[in-house]
């Protein structure tokens, strides 16, 4: 089983300012590496897949960047809404594994 | 509007089961992979099983294996998770989601339905 590893595990950042997020896979999957954000109570929701293609309706600050086992998602300027957990994921081959999480919050 | 409601979720005592179903309606159901993830605050999100659009290939987590079956009824548009032999660490949110191009990322999902198994 691939192990995902999510750092930080908090990101505090003020409204505007860029956050940047990272995610490790234990071993190579390619580019087969999917973004999710999750709110309270909420479903987790497709934000970036194959590393770098954002999904639909997803605004043009989420970017996501990497390759085999280093992988970011970078929010440009981050916007009230945007303040959530974020998790990776990858699609290489079964079981999918997700990363534990990294939440963001108000500085 | 790709839509996703789970049903079936509740208490139910270790050892029991439990059949939880998801409809799906604003996409062709049986052109595509569906699969379920399970959500604790303990162990995070875990993909519990996946099924191929046509039901004939399926996929377990380990640590369902041999109690949970998933089925599909694309007739009725209809996913399931057959659950037995329930633990007590299998309380969780289950959802259910798309799965793109047979076996790729999970791009809807639908609520979640909670399960929670205790005496």
């Known amino acids: 089983e691939i192990v995902m590893t999510q750092s930080p595990a908090t990101l505090s950042v003020s409204p505007g300012e860029r956050a940047t997020l990272s995610c490790r896979a234990s071993?190579?999957?390619?580019?087969?590496l999917a973004w999710y954000q999750q709110k309270p109570g909420q479903a987790p929701r497709l934000l970036i897949y194959g590393a770098s293609t954002r999904a639909t309706g997803i605004p043009a600050r989420f970017s996501g960047s990497g390759s085999g086992t280093e992988f970011t998602l970078t929010i440009s300027s981050l916007q009230s809404e945007d303040f959530a957990v974020y998790y990776c994921?990858?699609?290489?081959?079964?079981?999918?594994?997700f990363g534990q999480g990294t939440k963001s919050e108000i500085k | 509007e790709v839509q996703l409601l789970e049903s079936g979720g509740g208490l139910v005592q270790p050892g029991g089961s439990l059949r939880l179903s998801c409809t799906a309606s604003g996409f062709t159901f049986n052109n595509r992979a569906m699969a379920w993830v399970r959500q604790t605050p303990g162990k995070g999100l875990e993909c519990v099983s996946m099924i191929n659009g046509g039901g004939g290939t399926t996929y377990y987590a380990d640590s369902v294996k041999g109690r949970f079956t998933v089925s599909r009824d694309n007739s009725k548009n209809t996913l399931y998770l057959r659950m037995n032999s329930l633990r007590a660490e299998d309380t969780a949110i289950f959802y259910c989601?798309?799965?793109?191009?047979?076996?790729?990322?999970?791009?809807?999902w639908g609520q979640g339905t909670l399960v929670t198994v205790s005496s």
């Open positions: 994921q990858h699609y290489y081959n079964w079981p999918y594994t």
């Open positions: 071993q190579s999957v390619s580019s087969n």
């Open positions: 989601a798309t799965v793109a191009h047979g076996g790729d990322r999970f791009d809807y």
